[in-house]
């Protein structure tokens, strides 16, 4: 039975404590008003900074305000342009009060999605009936217990920004939309009420299905038969179909509405691949940290190489993806497609390539080697990059919607980072403590146990 220690308690709620403060000092700080705005440019105008970054805008909100200060300019003279620059200046005051709201917004998806790839995984396992993994079960049931804490902030965070209550959704401020035709075509689906309907339902399948699962395999401890072990594979087989649908429609609500004006075909399969991956590193480093405590002492290096197989082998898919779409869209040079990549590359130039070389050449060099995948402290230097580089992708994907060009990770970005990684640590650590470490009455536990190759 795993005890928590007090000290990583401690370091936990340190974390969170920490990262909460930043937070609130980072949405404080934030300009209130049109005025503080142009003070805030002058400021960087006079020390020769311009100011570029802080009057970046999100995707939709520069097409916007250049083409109405376009037609002030041309239509009406000096009047309308001075309407025009007020506008201009809102829309910059909304991008600078996002940061803190996009980067709560990353932080949160992050690690909610690490905890959704392991719950995928876990039921891939077991309906696969796979004879390597039982004796890991228990850590990604300790995951996903993360799942219940996760899902209920990103569903106030949802629920914020789908009512318009921060300027993360530009779908959401009915004044874009009123001037936006393809944003009107797209607002059966683009609504507030509809998104929370979506995300209600979407959480309340993973959730139900991970507390069925985990209660069967309890009560499987203290069966004398297969009956929950059975009950279980008929609901992961089920439960599969249903999140293969719904991670799809949740990526594209979540996470590609930032952009609304675009879409990729692939992009369901891309979060995933990414979630997957960052699911099973998460299971590999804390499953090698309680080995190195004395505990899973009957998980061997056989069981660690193939999770990191898992951590290669996502990684290279994950890549393909990447690629995939981006060849494809950047080859067609379709101007509403590839606007999408010319943003990023043009203003995200560094971590747009850096994500791609911590996620595809830093994993590939390193775990190609098939005794590297045996080595610990190997494997958990990978994991650690990976998970890095996994977050960055998630920020590209947010970012130059919501924030725009004056993006720099600062304090929002590492605030919310230590807010959310203490939660993790404590929600994760702390189920680890509510059953034994091994599960008993597996069918294949033997098998699992005396697995080597």
């Known amino acids: 039975m795993y005890t928590l220690p007090s000290k990583l308690k401690i370091f936990a709620i340190i974390f969170m404590v920490v990262g909460a403060l930043g937070l609130t000092y980072s949405f404080m700080s934030a300009p209130k008003t049109t005025a503080e705005v142009k003070e805030m440019m002058a400021g960087h105008d006079d020390h020769g900074d311009g ?22 300019e041309g239509e009406h003279g000096h ?27 990353i932080a949160c998806f992050f690690f909610f999605m690490i905890s959704l790839g392991v719950l995928a995984f876990y039921a891939v396992n077991i309906a696969a009936q796979a004879g390597w993994s039982p004796v890991l079960f228990r850590v990604m049931e300790a995951i996903t217990a993360y799942l219940v804490p996760g899902g209920i902030i990103m569903f106030v965070l949802l629920a914020l920004s789908g009512f318009h ?34 995300a209600a339902i979407f959480m309340g ?11 069967n395999s ?11 072990y059975k009950k279980n594979f008929k609901i992961s087989a089920a439960f599969l179909v249903f999140f293969l649908y719904t991670e799809s429609m949740m990526s594209w609500d979540w996470l590609m509405s930032f952009d609304p004006h675009w879409f990729s075909t692939l992009y369901g399969w891309y979060v995933l691949a990414g979630m997957m991956v960052c699911g099973i590193t998460t299971i590999a480093v804390i499953t090698i940290l309680l080995k190195s405590q004395g505990y899973l002492e009957f998980v061997n290096d056989s069981h660690i190489h193939d999770l990191a197989k898992f951590m290669f082998g996502f990684s290279i898919f994950w890549t393909y993806l990447w690629f995939s779409q981006f060849m494809l869209i950047w080859y067609a040079n379709i101007p509403e497609e590839v606007t999408y990549f010319v943003t990023r590359i043009e203003d995200f130039k560094l971590p747009f390539f850096g994500m791609v070389a911590m996620n595809f050449l830093f ?3 390193l775990l190609m080697n098939s005794d590297y995948k045996r080595i610990s402290w190997f494997v958990v230097l990978t994991g650690i990059v990976i998970l890095a580089g996994h977050y960055v992708d998630i920020y590209m994907l947010i970012t130059p919607g ?52």
């Open 402 to 453: 919501t924030v725009g060009t004056s993006w720099f990770i600062g304090l929002p970005e590492i605030s919310a980072i230590l807010f959310f990684f203490g939660l993790f640590v404590l929600v994760v650590f702390s189920a680890l403590t509510k059953a034994p470490l091994l599960v008993k009455n597996n069918p294949f536990l033997k098998e699992s146990k005396n697995f080597h190759y």
């Open 165 to 198: 209550i921060n300027h993360l959704f530009v779908w959401a401020d009915p004044e874009v939309v009123a001037h936006d035709k393809l944003l009107q075509g797209k607002a059966g689906w683009l609504d507030g009420t509809w998104l929370l309907v979506r």
């Open 79 to 105: 009047e309308d342009a001075a309407h025009s620059e007020e506008k201009h200046l809102e829309h910059t005051l909304h991008q600078l009060q996002n940061k803190p709201w996009s980067a709560l917004y």
């Open 363 to 365: 994993p590939v060099l």
């Open 205 to 215: 399948g993973w959730i139900l299905y991970r507390q069925f699962a985990v209660r």
């Open 51 to 72: 100011h570029a970054e802080a009057t970046s805008h999100g995707e939709g909100h520069d097409e916007m305000s250049a083409a109405a200060a376009h037609r002030a």
């Open 218 to 228: 309890r009560r499987s401890d203290d069966a004398s038969d297969n009956k929950w």
